[in-house]
């Protein structure tokens, strides 16, 4: 019982500690794009952010293609194992 209470506590203490670390990192990132954007001209801030959607797309499309392709390799190999287990019989 003394385990899962400190086991608690701990987990606790760790995401108090990554909302710290998550939070200290997203208030550095908004006040560099505000000095980014007080100091840079309009065009290269609408660059830089068409930019950025572009590299988050290909990021994500990369993802949901390679998690579909596991699963399609998962059901492949699951049913070639079922066709032969079926032809030796």
């Known amino acids: ?3 899962l209470i400190g086991m608690v506590i701990a987990a606790v203490l760790l995401v108090i500690w990554i909302f ?5 990192w997203a208030a550095s990132i908004v006040d560099f794009a505000e000095n ?3 100091t840079s ?3 290269i ?5 068409t930019g950025a959607v572009s ?22 190999t699951y049913m070639i194992s079922v066709k032969n287990h079926i032809s030796n019989l």
């Open 36 to 38: 980014f954007v007080n």
């Open 45 to 49: 801030v609408v660059a830089m952010i």
């Open 1 to 3: 019982m003394l385990l």
């Open 55 to 76: 590299i988050t797309g290909v990021v994500i499309s990369s993802i949901v293609t390679k998690i579909v392709e596991y699963k399609c390799n998962v059901k492949s």
């Open 20 to 24: 710290g670390v998550v939070g200290s």
């Open 41 to 43: 001209d309009q065009v």
